[in-house]
């Protein structure tokens, strides 16, 4: 069994930072990817950042130049900067990967920190 748990979210005023954090446990042979994905009231689930073996990251564009995501080994942390209103949502952390060699590729989630940034 893989479990994500998130830690980090909170209020907080526009411009603003918070920092979240993800660590991973459990039954893991190979991570390919992890990442942050948020889902704001009334919306889908978007992809906010991810990191790829070899340190690859990719960002949504809306929040390029403002959001960092760094990754250690089963942990992958979001360093959010000047935080606007419509960053509000929940956060979710996932992983994918697999469980033992050759196994097939899944997507794991953790359960999810609210964030709001409002004055």
């Known amino acids: 069994q893989v479990r994500l748990v998130e830690s980090g979210g909170g209020l907080v005023q526009p411009g603003g930072s918070l920092r979240l954090s993800c660590a991973a446990s459990?039954?893991?042979?190979?991570?390919?990817?992890m990442a942050w994905y948020r889902q704001a009231p009334g919306k889908e689930r978007e992809l906010v950042a991810d990191?790829?073996?070899?340190?690859t990251t990719n960002y949504a564009d809306s929040v390029k130049g403002r959001f960092t995501i760094s990754g250690d080994n089963r942990a992958v942390s979001l360093q959010m900067n000047s935080l606007k209103p419509e960053d509000t949502g929940v956060y979710y952390c996932?992983?994918?990967?697999?469980?033992?060699?050759?196994?097939?590729?899944?997507?794991?989630w953790g359960q999810g920190t609210q964030v709001t940034v409002s004055s």
């Open positions: 990191i790829a073996k070899g340190d």
């Open positions: 996932n992983l994918r990967g697999q469980r033992w060699y050759r196994g097939t590729t899944s997507d794991y």
């Open positions: 459990g039954n893991i042979y190979s991570i390919n990817a």
